[in-house]
């Protein structure tokens, strides 16, 4: 099986990875400031439940919540845009 780093990147490979990424922060940015804050704080940052529910404090579940709500937000946002396609 090949893995990422065993294959050689083309430029409109990076290119599309790079126009993803920018794409799924531009769609980050439109989250509400409860789900964008844990979003990033757990899948950006990769701080862990209890790091992120201390510095916004709030509960080990309210950030649990929020994280699976901010992700099911994303997806939606993120779901015209791979029907498109441009994903």
């Given at each position: 099986?090949?893995?990422?780093?065993?294959?050689?990147e083309?430029?409109?490979?990076?290119?599309?990875?790079?126009?993803?990424?920018?794409?799924?922060?531009?769609?980050?940015?439109?989250?509400?400031?409860?789900?964008?804050?844990?979003?990033?704080?757990?899948?950006?940052?990769?701080?862990?439940?209890?790091?992120?529910?201390?510095?916004?404090?709030v509960?080990?579940?309210a950030?649990?919540?929020?994280?699976?709500?901010?992700?099911?937000?994303?997806?939606?946002?993120?779901?015209?845009?791979?029907?498109?396609?441009?994903?």
């Amino acid at each position: 099986m090949e893995t990422r780093c065993e294959r050689w990147e083309t430029a409109p490979d990076l290119l599309e990875q790079s126009e993803t990424q920018a794409l799924v922060r531009k769609l980050i940015d439109e989250l509400p400031e409860t789900y964008r804050s844990v979003l990033l704080l757990r899948d950006i940052e990769e701080l862990s439940t209890e790091e992120v529910a201390s510095l916004l404090a709030v509960s080990r579940t309210a950030v649990k919540v929020r994280l699976h709500r901010a992700r099911q937000a994303l997806r939606t946002l993120l779901e015209p845009h791979v029907r498109k396609g441009s994903v």
